[in-house]
Nanobody
Framework: QVQLVESGGGMVQAGGSLRLSCAAS????????MGWFRQAPGKEREFVAR???????AYAESVKGRFTISRDNAKNTMYLQMNSLKPEDAAVYYC??????????????????WGQGTQVTVSS
């Protein structure tokens, strides 16, 4: 059974940093794409970042230069380092995993497994 567990969310002041983790279990995910999405109240879930392998990354324009996605395949864990946080970054952050298939993996439809989410709150 595939399980994704996010951690690392919390409350931070604008300009601060947080590091989210996503621990995956149930199979070996080294050949899977892994991504982060977020959803703020009243808004649709949106793409944040994704990683394929250990070096192919993509980011939403709104987080480029501030967020860094990485993964440790030996630990089946993905990370999202979030720096220079802004109030508009506040949301529930979800990690997701999907088998490699055609596509850029910036769409939620390409991911098969999702975590339960972790709340990020940014105060101004």
């Amino acid at each position: 059974q595939v399980q994704l567990v996010e951690s690392g969310g919390g409350m931070v002041q604008a300009g601060g940093s947080l590091r989210l983790s996503c621990a995956a279990s149930g199979r070996t995910f080294s050949v899977y794409a892994m991504g982060w999405f977020r959803q703020a109240p009243g808004k649709e879930r949106e793409f944040v970042a994704r990683i394929i392998g250990t070096s192919s990354t993509a980011y939403a324009e709104s987080v480029k230069g501030r967020f860094t996605i990485s993964r440790d395949n030996a630990k089946n864990t993905m990370y999202l380092q979030m720096n220079s946080l802004k109030p508009e970054d506040a949301a529930v952050y979800y990690c997701a995993v999907g088998p490699l298939r055609p596509g850029s993996f910036t769409s939620a439809t390409l991911y098969d497994y999702w975590g339960q989410g972790t709340q990020v709150t940014v105060s101004s």
